[in-house]
């Protein structure tokens, strides 16, 4: 071989080198931000979950993770590490714990102008809390997360923080003018591998993996009661019924019960009521009685016909936990008849999904005085994104 010949296959070969170190470095590159990818959907699916089931950290604590820590590394740390009061922890809340909707009011009250205010629950047992780690980790105490790159999550503390815009993103540890403890955290953010904002290239761009789930979680309660006047009783929807009044309008089909609240009537031929109640024919169902321009019509006994009320109200609990505190929110729907007919909905934007709570009672007025009440135990709902569903029966 000739010396011209010696230095060609020489140059051939550094070449083939070249190539080959290259390629290896776009295939570490490619591990890494794979790596980066997989830590970002895992981060995401311990909150918000993966898109059918809910997080374990949203079930658990009914919010999204706030900034536990400024320390380098630990912008997560909430899940992996709990809040350190005693109340943060899961646990069982009860009833001493209970509050409204607005946190203001403790249950139960003793505000008279609720009707049978006594009949909801006295005591609600909800789990909730702290019950991580929620991101697998070797060393709770001393784990510090970063992407395969060696940078730091970022954390988006506004809902739609934009991936270009650093002063949306939580950057570096005690920096003036930065968010820091107790602020939430709405998503996480990898710079890619020149660990910038800038950067145009694959592995450059900057991947956002926002904690997002459906703006409204809400529950729809329907509740049911027995016709045990039939001989096969069955579950029947509630019917609104409230007593006789002197000269009231009424509608084809609007249903009444009378001031003693013993009897059912339904409106067959619409009018004004008369001044005075009128003498009912109940000696047998389907009996007639004409009531100034009004006719009615007997349907039975309210100790049968056991769906006609007046009043209803449904109680629903949801947990609510910080650093220095965990209650049990609740939300009462109000005494409207439109409550009583039409499934009753909860979706206020504190509703998160999670093991929640929900009970129901309703109860028959006759002249100001309540003659009959019916009441179901609290029931465990498994709430999920969206729209929910529940049907009780009163007993």
Known sequence: MTLIELLIVLALMAGLAGMALTTVGDMGTRGRYDETTARLRLIREAVVGNGAEPGRFLRDMG?????????????????????????????????????DGSGSMNWPSADSSLDNYSLVPQTVDLHCGWNGPYFQ??????????????????????????????????????????????????????????????GTSWDEVNRPEFFEYPDTTSLEVKVMAQD???????????????????SEAKSANESIVDTTGTYVFRCITAGTTGTAEPVWDTAAVGNQTTDNGVS??????????????????????????????????????????????????????????????????????????????????????????????VTLYLR
């Open 63 to 99: 919010r999204l993770p706030v900034v536990q820590s400024t320390d380098d590394g630990k912008v997560l740390s909430e899940l992996w590490i709990p809040g350190s009061t005693s109340t943060y922890a899961y646990a069982i809340v009860s009833s001493e714990d209970l509050k």
């Open 137 to 198: 980790v070797n060393d709770p105490a001393d784990t510090r997360l970063y992407d395969a790159f060696g940078n730091n999550f970022l954390a988006a503390i506004t809902a739609t923080s934009d991936p270009d815009t650093a002063s949306e993103w939580y950057t570096d540890p005690g920096e003036t003018g930065e968010p820091g403890v107790g602020d939430t955290i709405y998503g996480v953010l990898t710079r890619g591998s020149d660990g910038d904002f800038t």
């Open 228 to 246: 045990l006047s039939l001989s096969n009783p069955v579950w029947e929807s509630l019917i609104y019924a409230p007593a006789w009044a002197a």
């Open 296 to 389: 009615w019509v007997y349907l039975g006994e309210t100790a049968k016909k056991r769906q006609y009320v007046n009043r209803l109200r449904v109680a629903f609990f949801i947990p609510t936990v910080n650093s220095t505190t965990s209650v049990v929110d609740w939300f009462l729907t109000p005494l409207e008849s439109i409550a009583v007919q039409s499934p009753v909905v909860f979706n206020d934007p504190s509703i998160t999904p999670g093991l929640r709570k929900v009970c129901a009672y309703a109860f028959l007025n006759g002249n100001n005085s309540s003659l009959r009440i019916l009441s179901n135990t609290v029931e465990t709902v498994d709430m999920h994104f969206g729209a929910n569903h």
